[in-house]
Structure formats: C-alpha cells, structure tokens
C-alpha cells in the first residue's frame, strides 16, 4: 500500500466514525426524545443550554454524556469483572464495523486517483455485515451473565434467543436480492442500482418489509425490546451498568440503527444514486475534471445520508408507534412467519428470474 | 351428567389480510407521523414564524413562563378579603372556624372602638387545609374565598405554612371574578334568600 492509499482509507476511516460517533449517536439521542415527544402532542427535553442557548434541546445529548461521564463505574459484588468491562465494548466495536463495508459513494477520479468511498471493499459484504452483527450477540450475552443478577440473566437469555433465531431469518429474507443482484459485494449491488428501475425496493419490495423486521428485531428496538423490556426485567441485560459503559451499550444500540438504515439504503434504495443521474452524467454535470468529481462525490455522499435520515425516520416512528411483542409473539414471528414467508419470496424469485418475469439488472 | 362442550369465541375472527398485521401498523404509523407533522407546523408558524402561542397544537406549557389559566370554579389557596376601606371583611364570627372539617383555621376576635368585631389574629394551617372551600360556603361575610393560588404552595419549613392574617389577606379587586362567580353559582346564598 502507498501513501496514498494509507491516507485515503484514513480519511475514509474518520469519516465513517466520525459520522456515527460525532454525530448520529448524539444526534440519534436527540431525535429519539424529540421525534416521540412531538409525535405524542408533547414538547420534549428543552431546558439544557449554554449562556442561554437551549438549540431545541440538542444539549441534553451533551448534558447526558457529561453527566455519565462522571457517574461512578459501578461493578455488582460478585460479577465477573473481567467479562462485566469486556461486554459493552464487544457491543460496541461490532457495531461500529459493520459500516466498513457499506459503500457510502461512488468511485471517484480525484488526480489521477480512483478514489472509492467505501473502507473495505470485500467481494463477500454484505455476508461480513451480518457475521459481525452476530458478534454483538455476545457483548449483549457476556454483558448479562457477567451482571451476577437474574434480571439480567433473563435479558440476556431472551437476547441471546431472539438474536440468533433473527439472525437466520435475515439471512434468508435477502437471499432473494441476492439472486436478483447476483452478487454479494456492496458496492457492486449499488453499481448495479444506477438506473431506478433498478432499485431493490422496485421488485424486492416484500424482502425489504421482511428485512426490516428482521433488524430492527436483531437491534432489540421496540417492538422486539423483549430483551430489554423495561416493565418486565428492569432493563434486561444492561441493568447493572452505569456510567460509560451504560453509554456504550447505547451508542451501539443507535448505531446499529444507522448500519440497518444505510444497509437498507445500499441494498434497496440505491445507494448514493439519485434515481435518474448515472454518476458519470452527475460528474459532466458539475463541470468534470477534478472539481466535477470532488461536487459529485460530496452530492452522491449527501445524497447516501439524506435517504439513510429518511429510514432512521421511518425506523423511529415504528419504534414510537408500536407496542412490545410478548416474548412467544417474537418467536412465533421469526419463525413461523417471516422464514416461510422468506422461503416462499426465494422460490418466487427464483421461478421470476428464471421465467424472465423478474429481468435481473446487468 | 353429560359432559357438554362449550365453544368459547376468543377475540374477533381476523382474515388473513388483518393477521398480517401490516395494514394496521402502516395505520398505525400513519397515525403517529400525522401528529408529528402537524405538531412541527404548529411548533414551526409558533417559535420560527412568531405566531406566537395561539398557534400551538401541543397542550404542554412552558411553566413556569407560562402559567395555567384556571377555571373561576378552581379551589385554590383560601384567602381573607381586604375590603375597599382596607380592613379585613371578616367579623370573626367563628363559623368558618366551626365549619372546617381538619379544623386548620383558628381565630381570637376583638371588637374596635366604632363596634365593628374583627379577627386580631386570623391562622390557617396550609399544611392542613384540604381546599373543600367549606369556609367560604358559610362565611356570612364573603370574607373568605378560595383563591386562583396554586403554584408554589411548598416550602422547605413547615412553620412557613402557617399563614397568618397579613399573609391571607387579599384586595377584594383581585379576587372579583370568584366573588361574581359565588354570587351567581346556583347553590349561593344569594339564591335563597
Ligand atoms: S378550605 Fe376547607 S379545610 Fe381549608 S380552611 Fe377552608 S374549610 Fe378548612
Ligand atoms: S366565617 Fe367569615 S366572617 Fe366568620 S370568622 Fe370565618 S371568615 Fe370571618
């Protein structure tokens, strides 16, 4: 590697993180309070400022992480400290990788350079996002045993479950993209979505419904929050943590809500693309040359964010809207009804494509 | 005894298309995000366009910038009446004294030199008061009413609570709009006389 590239994949590196930690997961904090309150005819947090400042309560996020800051770093008499420290940070880390893969632009000429915005491009993508998200599993497991607490245990009893019974049912939900795509590489499935005819969510608009459920059940939000389910178990398996670890736990959660949302974006909203500007008629549109491809890249990366705000929306507004499963509820979904239903969409795929029903884009 | 079976219907029958349960949570959704977006106009012609609070959908007051108006029939703290004169209306008859059901008011009544009987002290323990308005349904005097008082009736000293006539007395102006509403309820004395 040259220093060229060092420094490109640096520069991608502190984007990807800097986005997600900088400003989705504060930001993320703020929504979730404010989106629920206006959306419940309510107001929402709005007293924290600085020399009189309130900016419609952004600060609470910076109040919180202040105050966390500080809290004691509380660990339960026989816990097992070792796994008690390890457990958040096995959430988090996870978390933050699965982004590595996800194509947030195009490929870009810059100075003879052809600069790609993704951190890692691997031939097997998507595959890596989910082996990773499968990892979390156990932060959130080793995180509830090393609690020593029952309520705890049984959170991460009923994580562990429901994480990995989700697990094979997401798999399964987007085998038939895959077949339509017929790739497993990220950015390859959005180079393939230029034109909007294209797009995933065109012909795989029932995967991307079984999809969504699917994540936002191996997320843990509400409605699948059993393993947290505040009424029942306090708050499942990260009630025995406090200060930065507790954040930890969070930011993983709100960043997972991220990766889905830019893993929808890439497999069925195309991307960075805008429905219908090739990149290269977006690249002749602000002029070519290099400055052409720094405004493109910037467009196509703004464009990748808006469409990833719409769905982290849209993902709030179930999370607000819908009561919780009861836990046989969870099971029975992820088993009985979205895998057949997934099982059945692959046949369905697979005759399509083979009839020629379902074109597969080239 | 034959054994009988008894078909127990539970819940209505779903069609496949209902247990799906998407066309409800899109409903459900669509419920949710239409306040969400008429709440941020409201909120947006409020604060960004300064249309001011009579442009507000959300129920919510700012307290405490923002005080409740409460309704003239609200119990609040009772009051004593300063009459126009400046004097208490009271006559330290007793009867609210009698009447009160924790017995919070306590009254030593004197008599001042043109006759008039007055309260030399006037006590009534907030900590006590149940806010039934009982003393102001039987005071012959309208000299004591149930006022608009309900904020920041806590104190860090329970003594403080303890009010005394200076701290009871009110000018008959502010308390005008209970007094009308007294005189034309329609279990007031007025009425049956
Ligand atoms: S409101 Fe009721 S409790 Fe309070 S002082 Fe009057 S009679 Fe007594
Ligand atoms: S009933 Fe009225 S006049 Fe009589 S003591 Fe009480 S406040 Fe005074």
């Known amino acids: ?251 993983a959660e709100f960043i997972e809500v991220v990766t889905i949302s830019a893993l929808c974006v890439v497999l069925f909203f195309g991307g960075h693309h805008c429905a219908f500007i090739s990149d290269a008629g977006l690249v002749a549109l602000f002029g070519g040359g290099d400055l052409g491809n720094i405004l493109a890249m910037l467009f196509g990366v703004a464009v990748f964010l808006v469409k990833v705000c719409v769905l982290i929306f849209i993902q709030m507004i179930i999370r607000w809207t819908l009561p919780r499963f009861r836990y046989d509820q969870v099971m029975m979904l992820g088993w009985k009804m979205i895998l057949p239903l997934s099982l059945v969409w692959i046949l369905f795929v697979g005759v399509a494509i083979l009839t020629g029903l379902m074109p597969t884009p080239a | 005894m034959a054994i009988t079976i008894k078909k127990i219907e539970r819940g209505p029958k779903l069609t496949l298309w209902e247990r799906s349960f998407v066309p409800e949570i899109l409903r459900g959704m669509w419920i949710t995000s239409r306040h969400f977006f008429h709440n941020m106009k409201t909120l947006t012609q409020e604060f960004a366009l300064g249309g001011g609070r009579s442009k507000r959908s959300i129920m919510t007051l700012y307290y405490p910038e923002e005080r409740p108006v409460t309704p003239v029939a609200y119990r609040g703290r009772p009051v004593l009446v300063r009459g126009a004169n400046g004097l208490e209306k009271c006559v330290a008859c007793g009867l609210c004294e009698a009447a009160c059901p924790p017995h919070c008011i306590s009254i030593v009544g004197a008599e001042r030199d043109n006759g008039d009987r007055y309260p030399t002290t006037y006590t009534l323990d907030g900590a006590k008061c149940i806010f039934c308005g009982r003393c102001e349904e039987v005071c012959p005097k309208e000299a004591i009413v149930m006022s608009d008082d309900w904020a920041e009736l806590c104190t860090y000293d329970r003594g403080e609570m303890l009010y005394d006539k200076e701290r009871l007395l009110r000018p008959e102006a502010s308390l005008a709009r209970r007094l009308a509403f007294l005189r034309n309820n329609a279990f007031s004395k007025a009425r049956y006389q």
């Open chain 1, 1 to 251: 590697m040259d220093t060229a590239a060092i420094l490109e994949t640096g520069a991608k590196l502190a984007f990807v993180i800097g986005i997600n930690l900088g400003f989705f997961a504060p930001v993320l904090a703020w929504v979730e309070r404010k989106q629920s309150a206006v959306m419940q005819d309510r107001i929402g947090a709005n007293r924290a400022d600085i020399f009189g400042f309130t900016v419609i309560g952004l600060f609470h996020s910076l109040a919180d992480a202040l105050k966390l800051i500080f809290k004691e770093d509380f660990v339960p008499r026989g816990a097992d400290v070792t796994m008690h420290r390890l457990a958040p940070m096995i959430a988090l880390i996870p978390a933050l990788m699965g982004m590595a893969v996800i194509p947030f632009g195009g490929t870009y000429e810059i100075g003879g350079h052809a600069v790609n915005l993704v951190v890692a491009d691997l031939d097997m993508g998507l595959l890596f996002v989910f082996a990773i998200a499968s990892v979390a599993t156990y932060g959130v497991v080793i995180g509830a045993w090393a609690s020593n607490n029952n309520w705890s245990m049984l959170g991460g009893l009923r994580a562990a479950a429901q994480m990995f019974s989700y697990e094979v049912t997401m798999g399964l939900t987007i085998i038939g993209l895959l077949m339509y795509y017929q790739s497993l590489s990220l950015v390859e499935i959005v180079a393939k979505q230029e034109s909007f005819w294209n797009w995933g969510i065109i012909y795989q608009w029932p995967a991307f419904i079984l999809f969504l459920a699917c994540a936002i059940a191996e997320n843990k939000r509400v409605p699948f929050d059993i393993p947290e389910a505040e009424s029942e178990i306090v708050a499942g398996y990260f009630t025995e943590y406090s200060g930065m670890k507790f954040i930890m736990f969070w930011t």
